[in-house]
């Protein structure tokens, strides 16, 4: 047997008469034996300990839909609707916890399903049998790759979702008072993470028309050359859009680097603490602290 060559979003591996016969004749029987095949399929799925995480019912009702756009994509060689609900129960499944080699075991276990039973049908003739899985194997190769392919898509879409969500997390934008923020940092600073930081800083600057921001670097361990040039042009941008900056929490280390690497430390305001920056950044938007005495009452 030999794989024809495919178009994209196309299984119809040729248009020869002989070809499209036999392919109908398959879509004829695998949809005269829908149930008792899709239902072989779940068993199989359940005996496997596949999808765990869902009901036997849900199970069901998914191998329903699995099949049946499995035939549309034999029956008229195109792979787009298919492509469509593969991002769509990926969609549904990945929040449950369902893996990766979940989907691709499901998969196998559907194509060795309809080969059985295509081998239970034309297995005393081995001649249409061959012409049947020529046309059967290589559209069901493109299809399970569909599947697959979507459902790990899907996870590395939702995986770098959550990356995002995590990094604006730990460099949190944060007022503290009127045109004043801080932005507490933690962690390694990567040149990714490090644009990610300086695109919040600006948009918080814009939406809180900030005058003073507060950078505190005390939770940050080490930096390099680049990063540490990243900050300064940081520092640089925020003084673009207004805003000025105080830089808080040096450690000797990142301190020896920023005089390693000839950074003009005469663009940067720095303060020892957050405590301290704090204080530097009230005093220059005019705020002044005022004690109160607390009396008793008589």
């Known amino acids: 047997m030999t794989d024809r060559p495919s178009l994209p979003h196309n299984l119809e591996p040729s248009s020869d008469a002989s070809y499209l016969e036999v392919l109908r004749e398959l879509v004829a029987h695998l949809r005269q034996n829908r149930t008792q095949l899709r239902e072989e399929w779940a068993r199989r799925i359940m005996g496997a300990k596949f999808l765990t995480a869902m009901t036997n019912d849900e199970i069901l009702a998914e191998c329903s839909a699995v099949y049946d756009n499995y035939l549309g994509a034999l029956e008229t060689g195109s792979i787009e609707a298919l492509e469509a609900y593969a991002r769509d129960l990926s969609e549904r499944i990945i929040p449950r916890g369902v893996e990766t080699f979940e989907v691709v075991g499901i ?58 969500a995590i990094r604006e997390l730990s460099t949190p934008v944060l007022p503290v008072r009127e045109r004043l923020l801080i932005l507490p940092i933690i962690g390694i600073i990567d040149p990714q993470r490090s644009r990610q930081l300086t695109e919040q800083l600006l948009r918080g600057i814009r939406v809180n028309r900030a005058r003073v921001v507060v950078m505190d670097l005390t939770g940050v361990p080490t930096v390099d050359a680049a990063v540490a ?30 005089v390693t690497i000839a950074v003009d430390l005469g663009k940067m305001a720095t303060v020892g603490d957050l405590q301290g920056g704090i204080e530097v950044a009230e005093k220059l938007l005019g705020y002044k602290v005022v004690p109160i005495s607390l009396q008793s009452d008589p």
């Open 229 to 258: 040039n990243h900050l300064v042009q940081t520092v640089e941008a925020a003084r673009l859009v207004g805003a000025e900056v105080i830089v808080t929490g040096l450690s000797p280390e990142l301190a020896q680097t920023l």
């Open 107 to 164: 998969v196998l276990l559907l194509r060795d399903v309809l080969a059985r039973s295509l081998f239970a049908k034309y297995g005393a003739n081995q001649q249409v049998l061959t012409r049947v899985l020529d046309a059967y194997e290589p559209a069901a190769n493109r299809i399970a790759n569909t599947v697959a392919v979507g459902f790990v898509q899907e996870r590395e879409r939702i995986i770098r979702q959550q990356q995002e």
